[in-house]
């Protein structure tokens, strides 16, 4: 197979690459450096805590992350709502719940998981 390419093709072909070479540069860069305007700290009180699921969804919407029920979560049978199974790359804050038994009486607790993707986190300071 012998591929014949005029000289005219030829330099449409370079000179459309290079007219588009600086679009695909701009297309690709982004910034990874943290923006001391957009950096906020998120405290919840976890003893007040209802399971309710809110941190949750603002930590997706916030992040731009997919609300959706197609990803992979779990029924827990001691709540009513639905919860990720797991923190991933579409979960960043997850709550788990706990039974325990205080004082005869059943009662569930909730531990919040978060995915740890701060760059200079507070939580980690000594």
Known sequence: MEWKLSRREFLRSTGSF???????????????????????????????????????????IKNDLPVSSDLPYE?????????????SAYTWTRIRSKSLVKDGKEIVRFIKEQCMHCIDPACASV
């Open 18 to 60: 290079l007219i588009s070479l600086p679009l695909m540069n701009s297309l690709g860069s982004h910034s990874t450096e943290a923006n001391p305007d957009e950096m906020y700290g998120f405290l919840v009180d976890i003893s007040r805590c209802i399971g309710c699921g809110d941190c949750q969804a603002a930590c997706k």
């Open 75 to 87: 029924r827990n049978e001691r709540s009513y709502w639905d919860n990720y199974s797991t923190l």
